[in-house]
């Protein structure tokens, strides 16, 4: 079945102790993104990258960090996660130079900082 | 001026009811159009591509006017089901970020 798997799902931790966000996607695309939602300010881009060793910042990347090693894999860092990173996580994938636009998202990961 | 901008709602309409969704987009490079579609706590989904000469897909309807940019959304004998929030996306080329609005709530009502 055609994927994207985020974990986890669900974490809580507190301010200052490092996390990470794994994102990983079964469809060979080139193409992946991490978004941050937030009531009231809809999806935001925090980083995308175009393809394996490619990544480039998207609206709100800072405190945010990430690593194309792999095509399937995208993982999302908080090197040091602050309460104003509480919010809900989406991470994204689609073919390259689609103009099919159809972004597959994984179910989502809620993030709380304390 | 944002680049994609909707009308945040809440949109209540009663079940069967004909309601329309209209989001305007900046760049006039723009080239693909979608709708998606969000339920509550879930993940954004694509509803549907709009295309130029405008399209349907049983009873949602998408067309876009270029001149004016802007996107529009028709949904016909509305369901329960479609309380959701819907989200207007736009992008320049398959190579570059899709772009998204802060979406549209309806509320379905029996």
């Known amino acids: 079945e055609a994927q994207v798997t985020q974990n986890p799902r669900y974490l809580i931790t507190v301010t200052g102790k490092k996390l990470t966000v794994t994102c990983s996607q079964n469809m060979n695309h080139e193409y992946m993104s991490w978004y941050r939602q937030d009531p009231g300010l809809g999806l935001r881009q925090i980083y995308y990258?175009?393809?394996?060793?490619?990544?480039d910042k998207g609206d709100v990347p800072e405190g945010y960090k990430v690593s194309r090693k792999e095509k399937r894999n995208f993982p999302l860092i908080l090197e040091s996660p602050s309460p104003n990173q509480t919010s809900l996580y989406f991470c994204?994938?689609?073919?390259?130079?689609?103009?099919?636009?159809?972004?597959?998202f994984g179910e989502g990961s809620r993030l709380t900082v304390l | 001026r944002k680049e994609v901008e909707q009308d945040p709602g809440p949109f209540n309409v009663p079940e069967g009811a004909t309601v329309a969704f209209n989001c305007t987009y900046s760049n006039s490079a723009s080239q693909s159009f979608f709708w998606y579609r969000q339920d509550c706590r879930k993940e954004p989904k694509l509803l549907m591509s709009?295309?130029?000469s405008g399209n349907e897909d049983g009873r949602f309807t998408a067309q876009l006017n270029r001149a004016s940019q802007y996107i529009s959304l028709l949904i016909r004998d509305s369901k329960l089901s479609d309380s959701a929030t819907y989200l207007c996306v736009v992008g320049v080329s398959g190579n570059t970020p899709l772009v998204f609005g802060k979406g549209t709530r309806l509320s379905v009502i029996a």
């Open positions: 709009v295309y130029s």
């Open positions: 994204a994938s689609r073919r390259q130079g689609s103009n099919t636009g159809e972004l597959f």
């Open positions: 990258s175009m393809n394996v060793e490619v990544t």
